[in-house]
């Protein structure tokens, strides 16, 4: 679904595309807690959270492709694969801290938090950074 939604949408509205991906992770992960009272909205919020996860993840390599300098996205794409990595295995460290600080109910928020924080980054800081390095059209 992510895939598919990219492929319509990115092209048109590129920024907001990305900015709707991270939110849309973060929005996913906040209400996981509470779709856990019904399994139907459980597996809703699942798989719109995947769908956003995918878009995120083929909108960045599309910006990492078309920002890398010329010669350079093979190295550029293994960076991004090994930053991607660490934050999984970042994420994996974090959520064992806050289950076994908090408990498992409170690891959507605490990731939900981190996401909008990361979106936050994304927004305001890595957009006007692709603007600014953008070329201006004649």
Known sequence: IG?????R????ARFMFLRAAVFGVAAMMAVLLSSGLNAAAT???CCVWGACYTAYNVAFQAEVIS???????????SAYSGIFNIGIGAGTWVGGMVVAGGGIADVG???AAIVVAAGLVCAFQLVRAIKREEPKPL
């Open 3 to 7: 895939s598919a939604v990219f492929s």
């Open 109 to 111: 928020l605490v990731g």
């Open 9 to 12: 949408v990115y092209d048109k």
């Open 43 to 45: 597996i809703a919020v």
């Open 67 to 77: 920002n890398a300098p010329e010669g350079t996205t093979m190295v550029a794409m």
